[in-house]
């Protein structure tokens, strides 16, 4: 897509979405002007047709609810076709390479989404392939889910540019979520607050690499097990404290974590009547919860990383962020495929 914004110049066509690292601040503003029209055109119901003629392949190696199904309807909805693709049971870097499964895969596809473990795995495909390649969540990166959760904080924090907002992320600071949000935060110039032990503090390499784009944006980040340092916040957002396949780690992560558990003390400790309660889901919020319930019967801790009495909260904005996923998956795949994103 070729467009101005605020006098510079914005071309994403052809271009892969790995990590927002990969993006100015004026492509991003881009990305979420776009998303925020696509959702107003939907809510009218007016469809597209960017992609009309379009194959997308959705290579998944991890579960997904809202990532895959974004991508679906997305696609859908202005004219494309997806694949889901289950790497599982392919032969996708198994009896092939990455290189060689790029190779193919761009001589059927027009773009590939992958979602899965590694992000050297996503970079090579889209090194090999030769195509748009989207990051649908790596073990190091979110960019889909933070570009939703920028787009959710401008229809809720109305009254400040994003500039002017501070998000205080709590609990495991050093995962994939984090380093997004810090990735977002250091890109748009936000104040970005990680909350957590200091066991789980970002991996330094991290740290210095958005220490060095915050200095150019004028974004604020801190690291930190400080409550003193949720006064003034904007967002409180968080995620759960064990991941698929973290399961023998439950015990030790709860007992880390039970102090960082969000709930409505914590949020009153931000001073902002106004603040809003995030999450990319899925959230462990309540105690009828099968993890929760197995957690709780084997190990005797409580897993929830929110209180239901937040999550069903007026500051709980989780729904809507979902929804989000949607229109900024989409503007995505029209800025960077549309079939009129390479006319000027």
Not at 40 to 69: H, P, Y
Not at 74 to 102: C, L, M, R, T, W
Request: hydrophobic share 40%.
């Amino acid at each position: 897509m070729k467009m101005k914004d605020n006098n510079v110049k914005v071309d994403l066509y052809n271009r892969s979405f790995l990590t927002l690292l990969d993006f100015s601040q004026a492509d991003i503003r881009y990305l979420l002007d776009l998303s925020h029209q696509l959702k107003r055109d939907r809510n009218k119901n007016i469809r597209g047709n960017s992609l009309n003629g379009k194959n997308i392949a959705l290579l998944f190696e991890k579960n997904s609810t809202r990532t895959r199904l974004a991508f679906e309807v997305a696609i859908a909805e202005e004219g494309g076709y997806a694949s889901f693709i289950d790497v599982s049971n392919s032969h996708f870097g198994k009896k092939e390479s990455v290189a060689d499964s790029a190779k193919v895969l761009a001589r059927y596809y027009d773009a590939i989404e992958f979602r899965g473990y590694s992000q050297q795995f996503v970079i090579d495909l889209a090194k090999y392939s030769g195509i748009p390649v989207y990051n649908g969540l790596t073990d190091d990166d979110h960019p889909t889910q933070i570009l939703a959760d920028l787009m959710t904080i401008e229809e809720k924090v109305k009254h400040k540019p994003l500039s002017a907002v501070k998000v205080v992320y709590v609990g495991d600071t050093r995962n994939n979520m984090a380093n997004a949000w810090m990735y977002g935060c250091a890109k748009m110039g936000m104040h970005f607050v990680a909350y957590g032990p200091k066991s789980l503090h970002p991996d330094s390499a991290v740290l210095e690499n958005v220490r060095k784009i915050a200095t150019k944006s004028g974004a604020v980040i801190e690291v930190t097990d400080d409550e003193t340092n949720l006064a003034g916040a904007d967002v409180i957002y968080t995620d759960v404290w064990v991941s698929m396949g973290e399961e023998a780690e439950i015990a030790n992560r709860a007992r880390l974590l039970k102090d960082y558990q969000i709930t409505m003390d914590m949020l009153r400790k931000s001073n902002n009547p106004q603040v809003i309660f995030m999450h990319c889901l899925p959230a462990f919020h309540e105690q009828e919860n099968k993890f929760v319930k197995q957690a709780y019967e084997q190990f005797g801790v409580d897993i929830c990383e929110v209180t239901d009495e937040v999550f069903q909260s007026c500051h709980s904005v989780v729904f809507d962020e979902a929804e989000n996923r949607l229109h900024t998956i989409k503007a995505v795949l029209v800025a960077t495929l549309g079939n009129d994103s390479n006319k000027t």
